[in-house]
């Protein structure tokens, strides 16, 4: 099942994401989703646990994805395109584009984000300590 994240998530969704970056719990805006309008944490749980997020910014007419971590052995299960296919059906009117940053070595996000026809718009050089990242984005069309 896919759902907004909520309050009693939070540790189960900050344990996931620590093994997507270390640094995840420090400085994270996940509890902005539970405060603001605009910072989004869908989640899918399976047997009453939390198996994946996705987490976004949706301000105006422009999503940012900001996280998206499925545990590694619930993945190729469709579980992170679900949250992408919610993302998009519970995306408001008027948003234009859809952006994100990718390590430029992460084959098996790239390749999702093409399947949902994002495109490489720019190669941000030294982004993360070790590696460049691809600024990727897809444009909506009404
Ligand atoms: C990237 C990630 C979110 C994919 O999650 P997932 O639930 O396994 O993805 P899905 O099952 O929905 O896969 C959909 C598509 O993604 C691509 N994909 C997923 N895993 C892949 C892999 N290991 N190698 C190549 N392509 C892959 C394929 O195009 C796949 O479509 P297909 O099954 O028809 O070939 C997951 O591997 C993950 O959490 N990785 C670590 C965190 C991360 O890199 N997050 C992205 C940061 S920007």
């Known amino acids: 099942m896919i759902r907004d994240l909520k309050e009693e998530d939070l540790n ?3 344990a996931l994401g620590n093994l997507l970056n270390e640094n995840f719990s420090k400085g994270n805006p996940l509890e902005k989703s539970l405060m603001d309008s605009y910072t989004h944490t869908l989640v899918y749980e399976s047997d009453n646990k939390i198996k994946g997020f996705l987490m976004y910014i949706e301000l105006e007419d422009t999503i940012d994805i900001l996280n998206l971590y499925v ?7 469709k579980i992170a395109s679900n949250l992408i296919d919610t993302m998009f059906s519970n995306m408001g009117q008027g948003i234009k584009m859809v952006t994100l ?9 790239i390749s999702l984000y093409k399947k949902f026809g994002f495109l490489v718009l720019h190669t941000r050089k030294n982004y993360y300590n070790d590696t460049d990242a691809y600024l ?3 444009r909506i069309v009404e």
């Open 12 to 14: 189960q969704v900050y």
């Open 71 to 77: 545990d590694k052995k619930e993945r190729n299960k």
């Open 101 to 109: 940053e990718v390590r430029t070595d992460n084959v098996p996000a």
């Open 136 to 138: 990727m984005g897809r």
